[in-house]
């Protein structure tokens, strides 16, 4: 019953900055925890950051001083602000969202991905 939205992705040269948001439609779902995970081309989809319904993040160390994870509850949508970019960074940015149903089984939401690309 969760649909993730994401926008914000594009071109941007190094050391620029994007921001990328996430909206998750309203359901039944309850969402504990949502963030951003990210794959490039020949490598393994790995965690940029995440954040919990209490505020609690957690950065890749590869990220930390440079991006900021945020959301606004009251919307159910989340925010990576992406700051000094390195080419690096190009990927493929997945939104998730992850929390329980009513009935309280575990349960995880993906989004389509939204391209990320830093020139040199």
């Known amino acids: 019953q969760v649909q993730l939205v994401e926008s914000g992705g594009g071109l941007v040269q190094a050391g620029g900055s994007l921001r990328l948001s996430c909206a998750a439609s309203t359901s039944i779902f309850t969402i504990n925890a949502m963030g951003w995970y990210r794959q490039a081309p020949g490598k393994q989809r790995e965690l940029v950051a995440d954040i919990t319904s209490g505020g609690n993040t957690n950065y890749a160390d590869s990220v930390k001083g440079r991006f900021t994870i945020s959301r606004d509850n009251a919307k159910n949508t989340v925010y990576l602000q992406m700051n000094s970019l390195k080419p690096e960074d190009t990927a493929v940015y997945y939104c998730?969202?992850?929390?329980?149903?009513?009935?309280?089984?575990?349960?995880?939401?993906w989004g389509q991905g939204t391209q990320v690309t830093v020139s040199s």
């Open positions: 998730n969202a992850r929390g329980t149903y009513s009935d309280y089984a575990p349960g995880v939401y």
